[in-house]
Nanobody
């Protein structure tokens, strides 16, 4: 059974840092991209950052220069280092893995990040 488990969310003051981690298990096929999304109350889920199996990264404009995504292909993990956090970064953050030739997507359960002003 495929599982993506996130950890590392919490409450932090503006300007602070958090590191999110996601571990994927039960995946037998190649993981293509691994991504972090977020969804704030009343808003649509948005892509925050993604990273290919080759290490190519992409970031939303709102987090460029503040967030860094990284992955360990051997361990099937992906991290999101978040620095200089702002109240507008408050959201539930979801890990996503895109798998195999059919590009099937798997999701974690989400982890809450709250940034106080």
């Amino acid at each position: 059974q495929v599982q993506l488990v996130e950890s590392g969310g919490g409450l932090v003051q503006a300007g602070g840092s958090l590191r999110l981690s996601c571990a994927a298990s039960g995946i037998r096929l190649r993981i293509n991209a691994m991504r972090w999304y977020r969804q704030a109350p009343g808003k649509q889920r948005e892509l925050v950052a993604d990273i290919t199996s080759g290490g190519i990264t992409n970031y939303a404009d709102s987090v460029k220069g503040r967030f860094t995504i990284s992955r360990d292909n051997a361990k099937n993990t992906v991290d999101l280092q978040m620095n200089s956090l702002k109240p507008e970064d408050t959201a539930v953050y979801y890990c996503n893995a895109n798998v195999g030739l059919t590009s099937r997507n798997y999701w974690g359960q989400g982890t809450q990040v709250t940034v106080s002003s």
